[in-house]
Structure formats: C-alpha cells, structure tokens
C-alpha cells in the first residue's frame, strides 16, 4: 500500500489542522493506521493509531484531548483533526500502516510509510 501525506501548513497557536493520509494501491481497511512526528533535531515520535476495527485508539500523552484520528473507508482515507495547536507541535507528520491491524505506538511495528507533511505552529 502507498500512502499519501497532506494537510500540513503554517498556522498560529491555537489554531486547528487537518492532516489527511489517502492509501492506494490496495484498501488499508485490513491495516493499523498511525500518524509520527518528527521535529528538527529529534527522533520520529509517535501521536495517534487505531486498529483495523477503529476498536482501539491510541493518542500520546501530549496530544491527548486536542487531536483526533478518523478513518473514511469508502475514500480509503486516514485523517489526524489536530486543535489547539502549540508551537511544541511543529514537526514533519508522517502517516503509516501495519499490516496486523493494531493500533500500536511502536514505530518498528509500521512496514509502510508516507512521504511527510510539514506542520508549523508560529507564536
């Protein structure tokens, strides 16, 4: 499956995104689904996965509250609604997938990966 980051952009604190990750090649409905952050200087860190069945939700601590994954099966689409944006957040987001269909927060776990969309968050 490939999968296609957008959404990014330059926006003020507290102000809101919407990143969105389309999948192609095959439907992702089988997969897991997570979004990754990778700010300047830092290791990529995980934000938010679901599983295949939207059963299980996982947001890191430092997100929790202010963003919110979605899935749209029928546009084969991934979305990350991001609110309340702090200039901590500011990193490049990557959207992946696992193939056992868990919402995990292990980044080893995801085998595909999107090419990044840059979020900035100006003070």
């Known amino acids: 499956v490939q999968l296609q980051a957008s959404g990014g952009g330059l926006v003020q604190v507290g102000g809101s995104l919407r990143l969105s990750c389309a999948a192609s090649?095959?439907?992702?409905?089988?997969?897991?689904m997570g979004w990754f952050r990778q700010a300047p200087g830092k290791e990529r860190e995980f934000v938010a996965a679901?599983?295949?069945?939207?059963?299980?939700?996982n947001y890191a601590d430092s997100v929790k509250g202010r963003f919110i994954l979605a899935r749209d099966s029928s546009k084969n689409t991934v979305y990350l609604q991001m609110d309340s944006l702090k200039p901590e957040d500011t990193a490049i987001y990557y959207c992946?997938?696992?193939?056992?269909?868990?919402?995990?927060?292990?980044?080893?776990?995801?085998?595909?990966w999107g090419q990044g969309t840059l979020v900035t968050v100006s003070s």
């Open positions: 679901n599983s295949w069945d939207e059963i299980i939700t």
């Open positions: 090649g095959r439907t992702f409905s089988p997969y897991g």
């Open positions: 992946a997938a696992n193939h056992r269909g868990l919402g995990t927060r292990k980044r080893d776990d995801y085998t595909y």
